[in-house]
Structure formats: C-alpha cells, structure tokens
C-alpha cells in the first residue's frame, strides 16, 4: 500500500533551518507530484510546495518564496523540504502528499492529493 513517512521536524529558533524528508513507497514514485502542506492550529490546511513528476517544475507559496526549497531523488524515493529563516508563523504541522502530475502537479491544493503522510510536527520559538 501507499506509504508515505516525513521525518525531520522539531523545534527551533527563530532564523534558524530545519530539513524535512519523506519516503515513499508502494507506488510507482517517478510519476508522481509529491506535495507538503502544513496546518497550524485554528488555520486550514496550506499548500506550501509541490514537485512534479521530474521535478521540472515546483510550486512555492507566496508565504516561503526565497527561504524554503523542494527537491526529490527519484532513485531514492524521496522528497526533501529545506527550510531556511524560520518564523514562528512557520509553526504547523507538515505533511507530505501525492497526486498526479495533471492533478496535484497543476494545482498544489489540498483537494488535489491521493494519498497522505501522517505529518511531522514544526515548531519555531525563541
């Protein structure tokens, strides 16, 4: 079955970076976007990054332009989220996320996503 596992989280200070993983498995990976949102307590769920299939193409929220960047190891299975100059509104829980290249690869929106990781917890404070 579909599995997806983030890895990475934790608390941090302000400024500060943190990487997240995720590995996959049990679908066929290389033809898949891979997504991470996050939720912080009270908010909806936002889409942060998404990756195509190749990882031509990568999809940024306005609100991590410049200080976060998405890579994937295709040979790996694995997708990796580097945040750099963390905030406190940085703070949520981060999940990673699959759909299709003509689904979630066009659109990285919740609605869009087969398949769920169980999320890893993200905490910036001072």
């Known amino acids: 079955q579909v599995q997806l596992v983030e890895s990475g989280g934790g608390l941090v200070q302000p400024g500060g970076s943190l990487r997240l993983s995720c590995a996959a498995s049990g679908f066929t990976f290389d033809y898949y976007t891979i997504g991470w949102f996050r939720q912080a307590p009270g908010k909806e769920r936002e889409g942060v990054s998404c990756?195509?299939?190749?990882?031509?193409?990568?999809y940024y929220a306005d609100s991590v332009k410049g200080r976060f960047t998405a890579s994937r190891d295709n040979a790996k299975k694995m997708v990796y989220l580097q945040m750099n100059s963390l905030k406190p509104e940085d703070t949520a829980v981060y999940y990673c996320?699959?759909?299709?290249?003509?689904?979630?690869?066009?659109?990285?929106?919740?609605?869009?996503?087969?398949?769920w990781g169980q999320g890893t917890q993200v905490t910036v404070s001072s």
């Open positions: 990756i195509n299939s190749s990882g031509s193409s990568i």
């Open positions: 996320a699959t759909g299709a290249d003509y689904g979630l690869g066009a659109r990285c929106r919740d609605t869009r996503v087969d398949y």
